[in-house]
């Protein structure tokens, strides 16, 4: 017969709003506006509370904070059963979460629950007596929207009997979308549904022989649906309840103290309520927020977690971007993510979890393993603008040639047609979803389990009633439907590497797992960008200088360097970074990178005093860990009165002053706006020079300059009218920079109107619509004296202008960008351009701890996607013997792609920040020209030089190299205090993928080198340190740490 699935589905919906036996509405409420953490500091504060009529009475946001009570005492009709309540607020046209009202339930001063849109139920007590007197809290947040809201609630006797027969029924119901009609299960299904159907008496509901029929229907459906119809294990759907929470995004971090609170309050009571629910949540910052204001909450997640039903788990203390974020940033977000979750809960975390960041570096696969980090899962790769990741479970190889498992949940949306690859990480545990991710999955030859992690996400919430409801009855699985089990992520992936270790159809990926999508997380909010790279490698010179400084009496400052450390790592978070959160995170992150620098400038200042004896020298130190030459600043205030006076007006002149170490080497100086320049050459690793300042014969003019060229020892440049570069000469190689008829620092404004995401895109079209920045208002030399020449270019464009000073130095070919903008202009990007005359199919770009290649063409759709890619301090184009290296202070959006060299400098999106980068901007980015490849060319160096100033001080700092490396391929990123305090860890990495022996300088006092992982646990055997001299042989692209004893 036909329809008889839709006669189901008409009787389950009945069934439905039978569930609900008696309910009376709560309309007399009191409320105040404002944030209290229990209703009883409500109830400390001063403002009185005022009446809140449900029926005629809305609040509203944006941003508002509003707390109400009402004093609910149990009817006769209600008492001696269970009592739930139900929140139905008045909502907006959307049914997005993050859009609408979000409330912490209390009884009796207790949390109860988070209650939103998807969860609107709470179980208040298991048989209600007559007449008790229940106090109801909702500590209630509107939203950023500016949007009105009424309160409805009621109080309601549910009926489990007839709520149990309708799941019953609708679950198998929710698997036909999947099952084509002719399908056999289906038909099977369909059949014994009606029969259950039949059995249901709904004449008088809510009567004995309604009650009898209820548990006729459910027992026939037991046993030939569940029972003879159950048992089927050929896929299994490994299901884990979670709640994806951004650490900001379309709300402030504020606001995610009490997304954490209100998400974890409901997993708690619907453990209470299902005894077979697993959960699993990853980033300890949500943890530490808890902890922070709901001790009490934080105490039920720890006996959660004791009781094996709740899984900490993911590595990292936030979910960070992994394009953007250093390195040594990325360790201590393991270090401090892994530390936590041992310390507070004895947990070893074993997997990245990262369902939502934009790409993942090729250096990640090492950083893992390195940190005890053995299996990696994502759902993002599954948003690829145009090219699908080929396999959901395969061997990941990062760039050293570290492997972790890797698997990609492949959970679809309900309706989702699997022709459209795209995953989620908001997954529901519905029949619907979880076929649809058996059937998206790609590795079905050597794996019939996948994962699904369902809940509400993004701005939190977790899974519901209906979705364990679900649960109970998938676990019988049922034949044509996967067989759902509830477990833990970890044993997941444990049981996923037995069965396919070994096996020759486990694929593999090599390199980075780039992500079409998103391209303008590499640019948009460049200040947040700045803020951080100047953090992160100040954060290195703080802990070195403070090592230093140790050694002199003065203590380090374990707990200071924590705070700060852990505030940059929070600011990492996925949606902060990249720039893809609204105005008022920035506005936020603005005074914490502030006060973060002020800590660490005043921690600095300390240890400079401590090393510095007073005297008339100037010293300079090198943190960096290689040697160095750097342009120095020394201020007037450091200068000698009477050498001030024998010294000129400032002027384009030499001064006459030369600085000298002491070891005879004399450099010249000249003065500047903001007092004098020197470069100090051969600055040692991690050491410094003492020198002094004497008076001698001005130094020769390096430079030929005219109106429209510079001249150096090295290079000939030559710009047009409008500043733009026609031609840079390499002297040394008798050869042309610039591409024929190409224009140097060309600067280009492309129309940038995203498809979608606005802050989050740059589409591929972008190109077709730009402008060439041509306007000069100022163009001359303002300095020019044996250390640099400067020209200064000033331009206005459309409501925006730049202001450029480009340095020119005469022993090196590298030219400084030294830039102010302030960028005024909606939806449009900026971008400096340099066409080069160097041929390569492929072009290098640093990432944390190395570099990858990529492709200069667009052979395939692959390299097509690509159009726009992330490095760190450089990226380089080299053929054979010569090469072009483009390096940058604080940008990290880069194109590469037919002989032209791109920088993206600014994306000016409106979506969720409508004033993003509508501000000024300070960069500086350098192009340079090179002998040989990027190795022989220093490329390295000159890009650590650009980002990395030395200290200048007034007195002696006299401080021999700390520590050295005899091969240029070796770089020494960190030297710190150990996290044990036992002694100091120091951490290199080789950056040219060439395995090397090498020779590491260190201390006298230092004897022996202990191997550690990167968090700083011992392992293997030691090395000796003889005479300072330690020999060490270091892998292609292999991070080492040890521990100096």
Same mark, same amino acid.
């Given at each position: ?267 708690? !009571? ?20 808890? !902890? ?245 490698? !100040? ?175 090295? $290079? ?175 940008? $990290? ?153």
């Amino acid at each position: 017969m036909r329809y008889l699935d839709k006669r189901a589905d008409v009787i389950c919906r009945e069934l439905k709003q039978l569930s609900v036996k008696k309910a009376v509405p709560i309309e007399s409420w009191e409320y105040k506006k404002g944030f209290w953490l229990f209703p009883s500091k409500a109830d400390e504060d001063a403002m009185p509370w005022e009446p809140f009529d449900s029926k005629t009475m809305h609040w509203y946001g944006p941003d508002a904070h509003c707390f109400f009570r009402a004093k609910a005492r149990v009817p006769k009709e209600l008492a001696g059963q269970p009592l739930w309540l139900l929140i139905a607020p008045e909502l907006g046209m959307t049914k997005d979460s993050t859009k609408n009202p979000q409330f912490l339930l209390f009884l009796n001063d207790s949390a109860v629950q988070g209650m939103d849109i998807n969860h609107r139920e709470a179980k208040l007590c298991e048989e209600a007596m007559e007449g008790e007197e229940l106090q109801i809290g909702l500590q209630a947040y509107s939203g950023l929207d500016f949007t009105e809201f009424r309160l409805e609630a009621e109080l309601f006797v549910p009926d489990l009997e007839t709520a149990a027969l309708y799941y019953d029924i609708w679950v198998p119901l929710q698997a036909f979308g999947r099952m084509d009609k002719e399908n056999q299960d289906r038909i099977q299904m369909t059949a014994i549904l009606n029969e259950a159907v039949n059995l249901i008496d709904l004449r008088e509901p809510y009567s004995e022989a309604y009650y009898e029929s209820v548990r006729q229907a459910r027992g026939y459906l037991a046993e030939e649906l569940y029972e003879k119809r159950g048992g089927y294990e050929e896929v299994i759907a490994s299901c884990i309840g979670h709640t994806h929470i951004d650490v900001a995004w379309l709300w402030t971090v504020e606001q995610t103290r009490e997304k954490a609170a209100r998400s974890f309050s409901t997993v708690l !009571k619907l453990m209470e309520e299902y005894p077979d629910y697993k959960f699993m949540s990853s980033q300890p910052q949500l943890y530490v927020f808890v !902890k922070e204001r709901y001790p009490q909450v934080y105490q039920e997640i720890c006996k959660r977690i004791k009781e094996g039903r709740w899984e900490p788990e993911g590595g990292m203390w936030v979910e960070a971007d992994c394009n953007l974020t250093s390195g040594e940033s990325l360790i201590r977000q393991f270090l401090y993510g892994k530390r936590f979750f041992k310390e507070e809960f004895g947990v070893d975390n074993k997997i990245l979890w990262l369902p939502d960041v934009f790409g993942y570096s090729g250096a990640l696969p090492q950083i893992m393993r390195g940190c005890g980090i053995e299996y990696f899962m994502t759902t993002k790769l599954s948003w690829n603008q145009i090219n699908q990741i080929p396999n959901d479970t395969m061997i990941w190889r990062g760039i050293d040639g570290s492997e972790v498992l890797t698997h990609m949940i492949t959970t679809v949306d309900i309706g989702q047609n699997i022709k459209n690859f795209f995953t989620t990480y908001n997954g529901r545990l519905h029949p619907d979803s979880i076929m649809g991710g058996w059937e998206r999955y790609q590795n079905k030859e050597i794996n019939n389990d996948i994962l699904v992690a369902y809940g509400f996400g993004d701005g939190g919430g977790g899974p519901t009633r209906e979705m364990l409801e679900t649960s109970k009855r998938m676990e019988k699985g049922l034949k044509g439907i996967p067989k759902v089990r509830q477990v833990f992520s970890r044993t997941y992936f444990e049981e996923l590497r037995e069965r396919v270790e070994g096996s020759k159809r486990l694929p593999v990926w090599e390199g980075e797992f780039y992500f079409e999508y998103h391209r303008g997380t590499y640019t948009s909010m460049g200040r947040n960008k700045r803020a951080n790279r100047k953090c992160e490698l !100040k954060l290195m010179d703080l802990e070195l200088l403070r090592v230093l400084a140790s050694k002199k009496g003065l203590s380090y400052p374990v707990e200071k360097l924590e705070q700060i450390w852990k505030k940059v790592l929070l600011n990492q978070f996925h949606d902060i970074l990249p720039g893809s959160s609204i105005r008022q995170v920035y506005d936020v992150t603005r005074t914490e990178y502030e006060e973060l620098f002020a800590a660490m400038e005043e921690l600095t200042t300390e240890a400079l005093k401590t090393l510095t004896e007073d005297s008339e020298n100037i010293s300079v130190l090198n943190t960096i860990g290689m040697e160095t030459d750097a342009v120095i600043l020394i201020k007037e205030e450091m200068l000698e009165p009477q050498l001030l006076k024998e010294v000129s007006e400032p002027s384009k002149e030499p001064s006459g002053l030369w600085l000298s170490d002491e070891e005879g080497n004399c450099f010249p100086m000249q003065r500047t706006r903001e007092g004098f320049l020197a470069k100090v050459k051969g600055l040692p690793s991690m050491g410094s020079r003492v020198c002094h300042v004497t008076l001698g014969k001005q130094a020769k003019n390096p430079f030929i300059l005219t109106p429209r060229s510079v001249e150096t020892p090295l $290079y000939r440049a030559v710009w047009d009218d409008q500043g733009n570069f026609v031609s840079i000469y390499d002297k040394r190689e008798e050869r042309e920079v610039l591409a024929k008829g190409g224009r140097g620092n060309l600067l280009r404004m492309y129309e940038d109107k995203p498809m979608a995401h606005n802050n989050w895109d740059i589409d591929v079209y972008y190109s077709e619509k730009s402008w060439d920045i041509t306007q000069v208002e100022e163009m001359d030399f303002v300095e020019e004296g044996p250390v640099r020449a400067t020209l200064l270019i000033k331009r206005s464009f459309s409501r925006s202008s730049i202001c450029q000073r480009i340095h020119f130095y005469p022993d090196t070919m590298r030219i400084d960008f030294e830039t102010v903008l302030d960028w005024k202009d909606n939806q449009h990007l900026l971008k400096a351009c340099f066409p080069v005359d160097v041929h390569s199919t492929q072009a290098a770009f640093e990432i944390q701890f190395g570099n990858v290649k990529r492709n200069t063409h667009t052979n395939t759709s692959w390299e097509e996607a690509q159009f726009e890619t992330c490095a760190h301090k450089w990226a380089d184009l080299s053929e054979g013997n010569y090469g072009v290296s483009l390096l940058n202070d604080c940008k $990290y959006g880069h194109s590469i792609k037919n002989g032209e060299m791109t920088l993206t400098l600014v994306k000016s999106g409106n979506h969720p920040n409508p004033q993003a980068d509508r501000e000024v901007h300070y960069f500086t980015y350098a192009l340079y020209p090179h002998q040989g490849d990027l190795v022989k060319g220093d490329t390295v160096r000159e890009a650590e030089q650009l980002n990395r100033a030395p200290y200048v001080v007034k007195g002696t700092l006299a401080l021999p190299s700390f520590c050295s490396v005899d091969c240029k391929n070796i770089r020494i990123e960190t030297i710190k205090r150990a996290e044990d305090g036992k002694g100091l860890i120091l951490r290199l990495y080789e950056n040219q993928n060439a395995r090397t022996r090498a020779v590491l300088s260190l201390p006298p006092q230092i004897t022996r080198l202990i191997p550690c992982n990167l968090l700083e646990e011992e392992k293997g055997e030691a090395i000796p340190v003889r005479e300072g001299r330690a020999e060490i042989v270091v892998k292609p692209f292999e991070i080492q740490t040890y521990r100096l004893q």
